[in-house]
């Protein structure tokens, strides 16, 4: 009887390579690759996180960083940097249109002008003007406002005339002690006028029909498809009449004596800066630098203009976004006016 031998136990030899790549070339699966597949998704889905909380880190700090410029620069709005004790020229931009919301505004002017006027520094104050016009009532709440401030401050204040002072420019420069123009700057046209169109026989034509549905006799009668009657369009001028008569008793007390007795003065026409002198619209010839010089005796100006700085234009542009979207939603719906 033979003496029985223990087990041997042996590791299995390793595959050869060109085995392994017999079995890949045949479709076997080696052994281990769930394992491997495994460790390569979990991988790629770590980096793929840490990216995403990457940019998400850098997006909340650019936020971060925009509103913090955005609150410093609303709390540091440009102002006039020069000492309030030396004696200089305040200037006053009123450029582009008179209207709510613009650079031209009653809000605007009215505050540059309150700060200039309060500046002991500022010896006097001059507007320097290149407008075509706009709202009679944004000039109506401007030129009182400067003859509240003369008699307040006993501050001269002046208007310099670039390209064009016209209209409710001219309304507001009326006010001023003095006007100064360059000989072929455009001055005057003291008027009013209500523009529009009328499609009511054009859609004749068309075969178009207008279905306007209205709670008062008149509440449409400015609508360009619809006619408009004898009635309403004497409403409608009685309406300027008056509007332009403010305009003419806002020009005489402000200019006084100084106007020339013409028929014309007030129809709406416009002159040259030269004509103007004449017709005592205006007072003489000159620019900022010589009525800083000249008539204020101080040559040093300084800009009191307001202006939006960059973040307040942001800030608009941001809110303006946000109420357009709500008007497309408001607008869903039929509206009253």
């Known amino acids: 009887m033979s003496e029985s031998q223990p087990p041997e136990y042996r590791q299995a030899p390793e595959p050869h390579p060109a085995a392994s790549r017999l079995e890949a070339e045949r479709g076997v699966t ?56 030396l004696p200089h020229t305040a200037v006053i931009e009123i450029k582009g249109e008179i209207a709510s919301g ?7 002017v009215v505050a540059a002008m309150r700060s200039a006027f309060e500046d002991s520094g500022a010896k006097g104050i001059v507007l320097l003007i290149n407008s075509p016009g706009g709202s009679p009532v944004q000039a109506g709440i401007i030129y009182d406002e400067i003859n509240r401030l003369k008699a307040k401050y006993k501050k001269p204040i002046y208007t310099v005339v670039e390209e064009s002072c016209a209209s409710a420019a001219y309304y507001i420069a009326s006010a001023t002690d003095k006007i100064f123009v360059d000989k072929a700057s455009i ?117 009191y203009t307001h202006r939006d700085n960059v973040a307040e234009r942001l800030a608009k542009k941001f809110g303006a976004a946000i109420g357009e979207g709500a008007m497309h939603a408001l607008n869903a719906v039929p509206a009253l006016r």
């Open 102 to 108: 613009g650079d031209g505004s009653a809000e605007s």
């Open 30 to 85: 080696p052994p281990g690759w769930e394992q491997a597949t495994f460790e390569k998704l979990m991988f790629a889905t770590l980096r793929e996180q840490r990216a995403t909380r990457r940019w998400r880190t850098f997006t909340r700090l650019a936020w971060l960083a925009f509103f913090v410029f955005l609150l410093w620069a609303l709390m540091h709005r440009g102002s006039p940097s020069t000492d309030k004790s």
């Open 187 to 303: 001055v005057g046209s003291i008027g009013v006028l209500m523009d529009g169109f009328g499609f009511t026989g054009l859609m004749d034509k068309l075969g178009i029909e207008r279905r306007l549905l209205t709670a008062g006799e008149n509440k449409g009668f400015l609508d360009p498809f619809s006619p408009q009657t004898e009635k309403q369009r004497m409403f409608a001028q009685a309406m300027l009449d008056q509007v332009h008569q403010q305009f003419i008793n806002a020009v005489k007390a402000g200019r006084g004596k100084r106007l020339k007795d013409s028929p014309e003065l007030f129809s709406g026409l416009f002159w040259t800066g030269q004509q103007a002198i004449d017709l005592g619209l205006a007072d003489q010839l000159g620019n900022i630098d010589f009525v800083a010089r000249e008539v204020v005796k101080a040559e040093d100006v300084v800009d």
